[in-house]
């Protein structure tokens, strides 16, 4: 009949595979299988983020300071807003998702392909929005230093107030030029050169009375250690070596570097399965438009399809909270 | 029952909405607990984590059973299967959490009280 219900001539016979104890289909089943192993790849790296939180658990970066932007409102302080927006966007488009499984129950093919439009463009709103904090994070904010020990050193004024490297920094003439594929040898370039130099940085941080050392050590109270003028000094000169400006897989202007890459990681991980899930969401829908389901007299596929989409919400949930959250 | 053949249905609808709510305001909760950051809950510590945390992580466990139960239709699934996917994950994560947590907390401890120093 169709490629979906499989007629095996066993039906009703206990023994020959064509009853269904569990009451659902072969195509529900595999995608309970799917689900409940891609759960526990998930869990295995907030597990993982966790372990690593925990072994830098006095010195963890504060989220609601790492993911403080907001679009049109530049240079406000508004942590987590983005991210409820993004949760409240996933979780709308579950919403309609659910609603298009509804309406297929009811075989309402137009109902189906308004709601599976909605969640399309729930799926591809919510991956710009991670693109976006994708960048905000990789540019950075206000840069910082790096130790000797491959920690940090930010800026702050004498109220607390972070400040940027641009606003610490003596230019100064400088000798050193970036390494084009021109003046080598074997034609290879160097690395970008930061825009400050650590000699800027420390010859500025000397001149201004007014900016302190910030470092990494949570306080009692869940805030970083700023550091007195003196000691602040003291550090500068004994440790910082290099300027980092943003966040890459190896260097991160806000903590330890194992933060910037589970970041990459696991939300890229989870845009993976939203970009998925809209690819997938895309094909079902168009199947839809054509009438497949209609002519096969279930819309079971747009409820398998569903089980996923609502699948990719719930691990958005739980990173949410260990990330942004707890 | 969501698995039979498609044509004695009522609407869920109104049941999809109330969810939506629920989960909405669950967040909501959450958002705003994570930017007040109320002091006694900061302060008050339950089995060596923040009180604040331990309510962030139980909201999220309501919204993941709302969205399991209600979206993905487990309430309306046969006990065997239900079971079979509920428990798999929680057993098999719960161990997963406990076995990892504990030695981050040791290499935390071994960093901390060792001859070694870490920041230099």
Redesign the interface.
């Known amino acids: 009949m169709d490629a979906t219900v499989v007629r095996t001539g066993t039906e009703g016979k206990s023994w020959g595979g064509g009853n269904e104890?569990?009451?659902?289909?072969y195509g529900?089943?595999m995608m309970?299988f799917f689900?409940?192993s891609d759960?526990?790849t998930f869990?295995?790296f907030l597990?993982?983020y966790?372990?690593?939180?925990?072994?830098?658990?006095?010195s963890w970066p504060i989220a609601?300071e790492v993911f403080n932007h907001f679009p049109f409102l530049h240079g406000v302080d508004a942590?987590?807003?983005y991210v409820?927006l993004m949760?409240?966007i996933l979780?709308?488009s579950?919403?309609t998702?659910?609603?298009a499984?509804?309406a297929?129950?009811?075989?309402k093919k137009g109902k189906v392909i308004f709601y599976m439009f909605l969640t399309i463009i729930g799926g591809l709103i919510f991956l710009g929005s991670q693109a976006w904090e994708w960048k905000n994070f990789i540019t950075g904010t206000y840069g910082a230093v790096s130790?000797?020990?491959g920690?940090i050193l930010q800026f702050v004024d004498n109220e607390g107030h972070r400040v940027a490297l641009a606003d610490v920094a003596q230019v100064m003439p400088t000798e050193r030029v970036p390494h084009t594929r021109e003046s080598g040898i074997w034609f290879e370039e160097g690395a970008a050169l930061p825009t400050y130099t650590i000699e800027e940085i420390k010859a500025g941080f000397a001149a201004n009375e007014n900016i302190l050392v910030r470092t990494q050590a949570l306080t009692e109270e869940?805030e970083k250690t700023i550091l007195s003028r003196q000691e602040s000094l003291k550090k500068l000169d004994a440790?910082a070596v290099g300027v980092i400006e943003g966040a890459n897989l190896t260097q991160n202007e806000y903590g330890p570097p194992l933060f910037a890459d589970f970041f990459f990681f696991i939300t890229g991980f989870h845009g993976f399965h939203v970009f998925s899930g809209v690819l997938i969401n895309i094909i079902i829908f168009f199947n839809v438009v054509i009438g497949t389901y209609e002519r096969r007299?279930?819309?079971?596929m747009v409820?398998k399809v569903?089980?996923y989409w609502?699948?990719v919400?719930?691990v958005w949930?739980?990173v949410?909270?260990f990330f942004?959250?707890? | 029952?969501?698995?039979?053949?498609?044509?004695h249905?009522e609407?869920?609808?109104k049941r999809?909405?109330i969810v939506?709510a629920i989960?909405?305001v669950l967040?909501?909760v959450?958002?705003i607990l994570?930017?007040v950051k109320p002091g006694f809950l900061?302060h008050t510590d339950l089995f060596s984590m923040k009180l604040l945390?331990w309510i962030?992580?139980i909201?999220?466990i309501f919204?993941?059973y709302y969205?399991?139960w209600?979206?993905?239709?487990l309430e309306g699934?046969?006990k065997?299967?239900r079971r079979?996917?509920v428990w798999?994950?929680v057993f098999?994560?719960s161990y997963?959490?406990f076995i990892?947590?504990t030695?981050?907390?040791y290499?935390?401890e071994v960093?901390?009280s060792n001859h070694v120093?870490?920041?230099?």
């Open positions: 104890p569990l009451k659902a289909s529900k089943m309970w689900i409940v759960a526990l869990s295995g597990a993982a966790g372990f690593s939180r925990f072994k830098f658990i006095d609601d942590p987590m807003y409820a949760t409240f979780i709308f579950s919403v998702m659910v609603l499984v509804d297929g129950h009811q075989m130790t000797k020990g920690n869940g440790e007299g279930s819309y079971e409820e569903g089980l609502h699948f919400d719930l949930v739980f949410f909270t942004y959250l707890v | 029952m969501a698995h039979e053949t498609a044509h249905h609407s869920n609808t999809i909405w939506f989960l909405s967040t909501i959450e958002v994570g930017i900061v945390n962030f992580i909201l999220t919204k993941a969205i399991a209600a979206f993905m239709h699934e046969k065997g299967l079979a996917i798999t994950g098999l994560i997963l959490i990892l947590l030695e981050g907390d290499v935390y960093f901390k120093a870490w920041d230099f």
